[in-house]
């Protein structure tokens, strides 16, 4: 099933509400801080199960990762803020 598919509904709102692209890039945050909290769990359980040793550096890599994806779709929608406050300022 297609990212799409999976979340038409909330795309659908979102699309509404922002417009395509802001519309999309909020999904796509959602997703990936739901991600963020799977993996975050997983390390906390992880350390449970080896006694408090530090997290895996496959889940450090990971959390990183979407962390920083975030980050870039953070950009992307502050920086088509700015665009359509530029544009209706003329």
Request: proline fraction near 1%; charged fraction near 30%.
């Amino acid at each position: 099933m297609t990212a799409f598919e999976e979340h038409a509904e909330t795309l659908e709102k979102h699309e509404f509400m922002l417009g395509a692209a802001r519309g999309r890039l909020a999904v796509s945050m959602d997703i990936l801080t739901d991600a963020l909290v799977l993996a975050g769990q997983h390390g906390v359980y992880m350390q449970t199960v080896t006694k408090g040793r530090r997290i895996p550096r496959d889940v450090e890599l990971m959390i990183k990762g979407i962390e920083q994806a975030k980050e870039l779709v953070f950009s992307v929608m502050e920086e088509l803020k700015r665009e359509k406050q530029a544009d209706a300022r003329g």
